[in-house]
């Protein structure tokens, strides 16, 4: 299993190859085709969960394994040819107190591993980076709030990601077709085709080895915040604030979506999170407080 997750993360950063030209970032966290199992984990909440399901999955499989093997003996040993005088006994108390006991133990055994992945995750730390998350019909407001700058973030190809002014070929791109035209300008924003309907005009940018901590919310209604590779996922409800964390521990371009429906555009709603060194992410901040645009990454090492 651990050799095939090399596997498909280098078949991933092979496929990124655009994004990586551009902001010299891997693309770590997409579906890839023809894959099975969770995205590569980036934070230590995600190691967790990989952790806690594989665990449950040998559980699962053992007890399985159990009761068909019970089944197969009884088939076998008290069919009526093999056992043509059935016992009349009405119990075994034994038998009773095992089946009791054992569940209990299992039950006992998980929960001893799952309660703390589930305090690990509900228990916000102190965070070094402070984002407010608003949820929209169809797009996403990011609020850096220690630094008092936002900005909004779509889906490249829709109507909103087009600016003729900025790009004049945005005259030839048709909303949410992926065609030559889209193809380009997916290209032309550092990101690859089978990216269509994952990346973003704007990313939320992060630095590695820092507690990020987002307040999650909404203003029409219900959306949800998730980054498979992190392990996090929080739904955005308008009037609420909800909070999540994450600390990502590898440089790279990490994607996500919508996950609750939200309406006829829910599945052109999607996350991109670009994780880089202090250092980056340093130059990032200042440009971003400096200016009244949005700063990508791919500017900052012309």
Known sequence: MRILSHLLTALAAFAAAPALA??????????????????????????????????????????????????????????????????????NTPVEVLWTIGPIVILVFIGAFSLPVLFKQQEIPDGDIHIKVTGHQWYWTYEYTDDEFEFDSY??????????????????????????????????????????????????????????????????????????AFGVKQDAVPGRLAQLWFEVQKPGIYFGQCSELCGKDHAYMPITVKAVSQEEY????????????YVQLSQLND
């Open 155 to 228: 889906m490249i190809g829709q109507p909103a990601s087009l600016d003729e002014d900025l790009r004049p070929a945005d005259a030839n791109v048709t909303p949410y077709i992926l065609d030559d035209e889209m193809r380009a300008k997916l290209v032309d924003a550092g990101f690859n085709d089978d990216e269509f309907l994952l990346a973003t005009d704007t990313s939320v940018i992060v630095p590695i080895n820092k507690v990020v901590v987002m307040t999650v919310t909404a203003d029409d209604v219900i959306h949800s915040w998730t980054i498979p």
């Open 282 to 293: 340093d130059q990032w901040l200042a440009a971003m407080k400096d200016g009244d645009e």
């Open 22 to 91: 551009q902001d010299k970032l891997e693309t770590i966290g997409k579906p890839v085709e023809g894959a099975y199992g969770f995205q590569p984990a980036a934070t230590e909440l995600a190691s967790d969960i990989h952790f806690l399901d594989g665990m449950i999955n040998i559980i699962i499989f053992g007890i399985c394994a159990l009761v068909l093997a019970l089944i197969l003996i009884i088939v076998l040993r008290y069919n009526r040819r093999a056992n043509p005088n059935p016992s009349t006994f009405t119990h």
